[in-house]
């Protein structure tokens, strides 16, 4: 069987790793931190005369090509009192900021897989479908022996966000949970 090939470079230059950054309009360190590598590691590429290898030349390959990558991967500033980070083991799928108070929501996907985001297609969920959300992540509230769940909990009675700060929303037939953030 003939081996397959890819229309991507062997190497890159200083010059290239400069050249993406001030393409995305982006810092050393913004940089370092999208890719997934060290401050140093960016200082020395680009003060090198020596070829770059490895992975980082299809990952500029596809920044080269999609620069809206960057900006859809950035996290957006924590603009509400709360935050949860809806992840998929270690990959955030939705950011949800919340003002309780004020009974608003907003979201931002990080991914294009319906299954995976919090609520799946909807764009601008509702306080009361978040609300949803949240209690979907916990056991249900008719739960047989709820009242020995909440003492192992340490909780005093069913919230789901207070029992998600325990629990971190797992469920055992799904690889996702929720961090949060106040």
């Known amino acids: 069987m003939e081996k397959q090939s890819y229309a991507v470079a062997d190497e890159l230059l200083s010059e290239d790793i400069k050249c993406i950054r001030k393409r995305l309009n982006i810092t050393q360190l913004e940089f370092a931190n999208l890719v997934n590598i060290s401050y140093k590691t960016v200082e020395r590429w ?7 290898t490895g992975p980082i030349v299809t990952l500029v390959g596809v920044l080269h090509e999609n620069p809206q990558i960057e900006k859809h991967l950035r996290i ?3 603009m509400k009192q709360m935050r949860l980070w809806y992840m998929r083991k270690n990959q955030v799928m939705t950011l949800i900021d919340v003002d309780e108070r004020k009974r608003e929501v907003s979201i931002h996907n990080f991914t294009e897989e319906l299954q995976s985001r919090a609520f799946g297609k909807l764009e601008e969920p509702t306080f009361e479908q978040y609300e949803e959300f949240v209690e979907s992540r916990c056991f249900p509230k008719s739960r047989d022996k709820m009242k020995l ?3 192992d909990l340490d909780l005093p009675f069913y919230d789901p966000l207070l029992i998600i700060e325990k ?3 797992k469920m055992s037939e799904d690889d996702f949970w929720i961090r949060i953030e106040r």
Do not use: A, F
């Open 76 to 78: 957006p500033p924590k």
């Open 46 to 52: 680009e003060s090198s005369n020596k070829p770059i």
């Open 167 to 169: 629990t971190q929303g």
């Open 149 to 151: 769940i909440l003492r």
